[in-house]
């Protein structure tokens, strides 16, 4: 266990490249996250009930996701056989297309190489884990979740615009921040930018607390 967590990749790390198997065919993961955003998440297993609410979510978003420039990604560690079976099953009784990749990690590579397989969960099975790793291939943000818990979508989305968009306006988003609302002006390093800020337009708490609109 102590070997497993010790190779977990943390945020600002390089997103650790591998070649899999998957259901749109095998992919080498950086040349598929190159030059866009990539959200890869694994789930327990093909076939069980939170999981495919879970990856019928995720489906259900696509043109939210691409109109962030990002791509899905899914994994769990069963065979490519059992995967292309749940996805026509999923369409048949659900009318949802998991069109997106899923990785066939039936020998655990992928899954301890980004640490979803924790063995005080399972030794068999990925936990719900969750990596944002943007279009340079850094991994940016990390959830995980226990088997027994599904995911939130709406958290997913809201972190993946504020990350974006601390990206393009160099801020930063203050608790349950939503796209639309204020966002925190970083806070002065020198007396002259303090003075700046103090005589700013910006909504102020205190000087190292001020927010603004985006424009």
Same mark, same amino acid.
């Given at each position: 266990?102590?070997?497993?967590?010790? *190779?977990?990749?943390?945020?600002?790390?390089?997103?650790? !490249? /591998?070649?899999? $198997?998957? #259901?749109?065919?095998?992919?080498? &993961?950086?040349?598929?996250?190159?030059? *866009?955003?990539?959200?890869?998440?694994?789930?327990?297993? !093909? /076939?069980?009930? $939170?999981? #495919?609410?879970?990856?019928?979510? &995720?489906?259900?978003?696509?043109?939210?996701?691409?109109?962030?420039?990002?791509?899905?990604?899914?994994?769990?560690?069963?065979?490519?056989?059992?995967?292309?079976?749940?996805?026509?099953?999923?369409?048949?009784?659900?009318?949802?297309?998991?069109?997106?990749?899923?990785?066939?990690?039936?020998?655990?590579?992928?899954?301890?190489?980004?640490?979803?397989?924790?063995?005080?969960?399972?030794?068999?099975?990925?936990?719900?884990?969750?990596?944002?790793?943007?279009?340079?291939?850094?991994?940016?943000?990390?959830?995980?979740?226990?088997?027994?818990?599904?995911?939130?979508?709406?958290?997913?989305?809201?972190?993946?615009?504020?990350?974006?968009?601390?990206?393009?306006?160099?801020?930063?988003?203050?608790?349950?921040?939503?796209?639309?609302?204020?966002?925190?002006?970083?806070?002065?390093?020198?007396?002259?930018?303090?003075?700046?800020?103090?005589?700013?337009?910006?909504?102020?708490?205190?000087?190292?607390?001020?927010?603004?609109?985006?424009?």
């Amino acid at each position: 266990m102590e070997q497993i967590l010790n *190779s977990m990749p943390c945020i600002g790390d390089r997103a650790p !490249d /591998f070649d899999a $198997v998957t #259901t749109r065919g095998k992919i080498k &993961f950086s040349d598929f996250n190159k030059g *866009s955003w990539v959200i890869l998440f694994s789930h327990p297993a !093909d /076939f069980t009930p $939170v999981c #495919t609410t879970e990856l019928t979510g &995720f489906a259900s978003e696509t043109n939210f996701f691409n109109s962030y420039n990002t791509k899905l990604m899914g994994l769990s560690i069963d065979s490519i056989h059992s995967h292309i079976a749940w996805v026509n099953n999923v369409r048949e009784k659900m009318g949802v297309l998991m069109d997106f990749p899923i990785i066939a990690d039936i020998d655990m590579k992928v899954a301890k190489l980004y640490g979803m397989l924790q063995p005080n969960a399972s030794e068999t099975a990925a936990v719900r884990a969750v990596f944002f790793i943007d279009p340079t291939g850094i991994i940016r943000l990390i959830m995980y979740y226990p088997l027994n818990v599904g995911r939130n979508m709406d958290e997913i989305k809201r972190v993946l615009v504020a990350l974006q968009t601390a990206d393009e306006y160099k801020v930063a988003l203050p608790l349950n921040w939503k796209k639309g609302e204020k966002v925190i002006v970083p806070p002065p390093k020198t007396l002259s930018e303090l003075e700046e800020r103090l005589a700013s337009p910006y909504e102020m708490v205190d000087f190292y607390l001020a927010k603004k609109e985006l424009v």
